[in-house]
Nanobody, 125 residues
């Protein structure tokens, strides 16, 4: 299995940027599809983005397309979510996730096996 730890959350003004990181340990990171989810208070957890094993394929939820970029560095067992033009509605706890199934499966089902503990992102208006 793989263990995931997120970092990089914080408080930012609307229009600003944050970069979230996810550091993986355990099994070979490059064999896992990686994803990001978020959950705001009182709301269900929401899929944000996913990236394939190699980094060659990505998926985004419509609300973040053009603003967020998911990437990964398999050599350093790290995934990132670059968030630009942040809006107050982006405020949530952001979770890193990983799964050994291919991206076309997990991006459709939004079901990942391994999860980090989450990092808070707050965007002020």
């Amino acid at each position: 299995q793989v263990q995931l730890v997120e970092s990089g959350g914080g408080l930012v003004q609307a229009g600003g940027s944050l970069r979230l990181s996810c550091t993986a340990s355990g099994r070979t990171f490059s064999s896992y599809t990686m994803g990001w989810f978020r959950q705001a208070p009182g709301k269900e957890r929401e899929f944000v983005a996913a990236i394939s094993w190699s980094g060659g394929s990505t998926y985004y939820t419509d609300s973040v397309k053009g603003r967020f970029t998911i990437s990964r560095d398999n050599a350093n067992n790290t995934g990132t979510l670059q968030m630009n033009s942040l809006k107050p509605e982006d405020s949530a706890v952001y979770y890193c996730a990983a799964d050994q199934r291919p991206i076309w499966v997990v991006a459709t089902t939004k079901s990942f096996t391994y999860w980090g503990q989450g990092t808070q992102v707050t965007v002020s208006s």
